[in-house]
């Protein structure tokens, strides 16, 4: 990988913050310093952000690596740091969640009512037999029940597992049974496009399967038909609503497991995630303070995630939630009932800070810079991004269109497995680059190193590594120790291998590329797929692409892409030849000759996984005339049928 192209390293395009913003910056330069002086003080010292019911005798105990314990012989409630603190400090009052439903209804949440739904779900999920320990899976649409449900799991010790209510029967019943959930927490179904999706129906064919399950708790969102077994279902609004608000949280340890989250490897069985207590809220509560700047008096919060992934546990319910903040929480799609519904969100709420993926900028690139032109996004001012490598094209439109050339960009690196943020901007410090997620964290050491796992210099490149362990860490992969150590730790003795390949930029900036396994080999060059994506939507006419590497018989791989134009570009016939030529010439005079694709397609859409990575794997069949693999992590299943008929009809 150290022979990667120079492309992205050619970018010099720097925006420094706006100085009334630094001014006023919850976190300022120091806190490098202070984290490389003394990383475990520095970490304690956040850890002082959480109420503790007892404080630890030790920060970190790293005597048997890879398996961290944190903040040891400490003691918390992960339920009362989120709400009921809040509620002593005289602020209960305040607004937790502006829920906005898909279909136009809207709930205002503040703390205490938060607070009261809390506690009566833990007592109905007490009374249900749920003790500290058990494992309940949630399955439900992006309604504040989600956030009720994990709350109230944690606030009783028990460990929740989400599973995205996109997922099939067969991966809900899968997730279920590795974990042995007890419960089941449903909906009759939420809103989607317009439409009410199913969701019990899903659970019911799960649970055939799932011996563990007791019991399965259902939300009434949409009213529609359900099946019923009376054995085994209950009504949220028989048994929650009914049951009493009073509760005391009890401490627990600062190791009690919190969460169990599925994350699909390429190929074999999903990895159950294991995040646990003390550390996992220090860093969730730190990173949103640190990196979204959050006041939480006056800022109005958004991150479009979906409750199911790993950006909405720690950025919809933890980090903010402990923050005390005010956040607006959306059911839907961006495109319903018009493409404007983001920003009219924006817009009704007055939101300030807006955390989302390059998946919907681009999307949102693609529908035209009129549409967001059409509100008031004028109270915005700090933007956040996630989930994917930000092409620089889509950095900028961000920056200018959503922005409106003042907001700070900040684009953060993480996985499910890290917990929280590891690599962005501090949004009042770093003078930021288009495309970079730039430095890790104050207390945070990731390092790019080569093959024989010593660091590259400025300029290099190679693969991601984490050398040091950090507060919200994975503990594990649930009931699987052996797998956690080789996939994670196997690779470079005595570091975190996070899969991703990365660049220093000669300011020793980083520069995030993707996937490893999805590097290209081509004449004996390492390419990465997002340095070639990043090239062509760098080209006006286009407003998303993929890069896969098929094999070639002379050159190993070759370089296909499959590029989405921006709307109203012309693509019939000859147009769309003349556009074709155009951008591989356009990929060769920006990255070089050696990248010049042997092949672009010209597509509608690309195949993104339910959170909206694109998945090339399936790209790579297509470009190599193979039957596709599995295709069940795909967000929409006609989408390959339209590629490859539209490969066939020579586009
Ligand atoms: C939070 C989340 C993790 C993978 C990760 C990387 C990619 C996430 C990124 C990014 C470049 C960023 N990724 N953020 N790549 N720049 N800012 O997405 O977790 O679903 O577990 O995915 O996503 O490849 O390894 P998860």
């Known amino acids: 990988m150290s022979e990667t192209l120079e492309n992205l390293l050619n970018e010099t395009r720097q925006f420094p913050p706006p100085a009334e913003f630094a001014a006023a910056a919850n976190v300022t330069e120091g806190a490098y310093a202070e984290a490389r002086a ?384 590891m690599i962005s901007p501090l949004p009042g410090v770093t003078a930021t680059k288009p495309g970079s997620a730039m430095r890790p964290l104050p207390g945070i050491s990731a390092d790019v190193v080569d093959d024989q796992a010593s660091s590259v210099g400025n300029g290099g490149g190679g693969y991601l590594v984490l050398r040091e362990p950090w507060p919200s860490m994975l503990r594990t992969i649930w009931g699987d120790d052996q797998r956690f150590k080789e996939t994670y730790w196997s690779r470079f003795d005595g570091m975190y291998f996070a899969g991703d390949g990365a660049k220093k930029d000669e300011d020793g900036d980083l520069w995030l590329l993707g996937r490893v396994d999805d590097v290209m080999l081509v004449s004996g060059h390492n390419i990465s797929t997002t340095e070639v994506e990043s090239a062509l939507v760098s080209h006006p006419k286009v407003a998303e692409a993929a890069v896969v590497g098929a094999t070639d018989p002379t050159t190993g791989q070759a370089i296909v892409a499959f590029t989405i134009p921006r709307g109203g570009v012309e693509t019939d016939g000859e147009a769309g030849e003349a556009l074709i030529q155009e951008l591989r010439n356009h990929v060769a005079k920006t990255l070089g000759p050696i990248a010049k694709p042997r092949q672009i397609m010209l597509v509608a859409e690309l195949p993104k996984t339910r959170s909206g990575k694109i998945m090339r794997r399936l790209l790579r069949d297509v470009a190599e005339n193979r039957s596709l693999g599995d295709v069940t992590t795909l967000q929409d299943s006609t989408v390959m049928d339209l590629i490859s008929s539209g490969l066939q009809s020579g586009k």
Request: glycine content about 10%.
């Open 38 to 421: 003394d990383r475990l003080a520095f970490w304690e010292q956040q850890a002082h952000r959480l109420s503790w019911a007892k404080e630890w005798d030790q920060v970190l105990d790293w005597s048997n690596p890879p398996f961290a314990k944190w903040f040891i012989g400490g003691q918390l409630n992960v339920a009362y740091n989120c709400l009921d603190r809040h509620i002593e400090a005289g602020r209960g009052d305040k607004v937790a969640i502006h829920f906005e439903g898909e279909p136009g209804d809207t709930r205002t949440i503040t703390y205490a009512d938060l607070h009261r739904s809390v506690c009566q779900a833990a007592n109905a999920l007490t009374d249900l037999g749920v003790v500290a320990g058990d494992r309940v899976a949630i399955y439900l649409p992006m309604i504040p029940e989600a956030a009720v449900a994990m709350l109230a799991c944690a606030r009783i010790g028990a460990t929740h597992s989400v599973v995205f209510g996109g997922f099939s029967a067969d991966a809900l019943s899968g997730r279920i049974d590795d974990a042995s959930a007890k419960v089941v927490i449903t909906a009759d179904g939420g809103f989607r496009r317009g439409k009410p999706s199913g969701l019990k129906s899903i659970v019911d064919e799960a649970v055939v399967r799932t011996p563990s399950v007791e019991k399965v708790l259902v939300v009434r969102r949409t009213g529609q038909d359900i099946d019923w077994d009376g054995s085994r279902d209950l009504w949220w609004h028989e048994v929650v609503e009914t049951a009493s608000a009073e509760h005391t949280a009890q401490a627990f340890d600062a190791e009690h497991p919190l969460f169990i989250l599925y994350t699909s490897g390429t190929t074999a069985k999903p990895k159950g995630i294991l995040h646990t207590t003390g550390g996992y809220l220090t860093q969730v509560s730190y990173t949103h303070h640190a990196v979204f700047d959050l006041k939480p008096d006056s800022d109005v919060y958004w991150c479009t995630a979906d409750i199911g992934w790993v950006t909405g546990h720690s950025y919809i319910v933890y980090g903010p939630l402990s923050n005390g903040a005010t956040q607006v929480m959306y059911e839907g799609t961006p495109d319903t009932p018009h493409r404007g519904r983001f920003w009219e969100i924006v817009q009704k709420y007055g939101v300030t800070i807006l955390y989302t993926a390059p998946t919907a900028i681009r999307t949102f690139m693609k529908w035209g810079d009129d549409i967001p032109a059409g509100f008031d996004l004028s109270s915005l001012r700090l933007l956040g991004s996630v989930g994917e490598p930000i092409n620089p094209e889509a950095w900028m439109w961000y920056r200018e269109h959503i922005g409106g050339d003042r907001c700070p960009v900040v684009d953060t690196w993480w996985q499910t497995e890290t917990g929280a943020i």
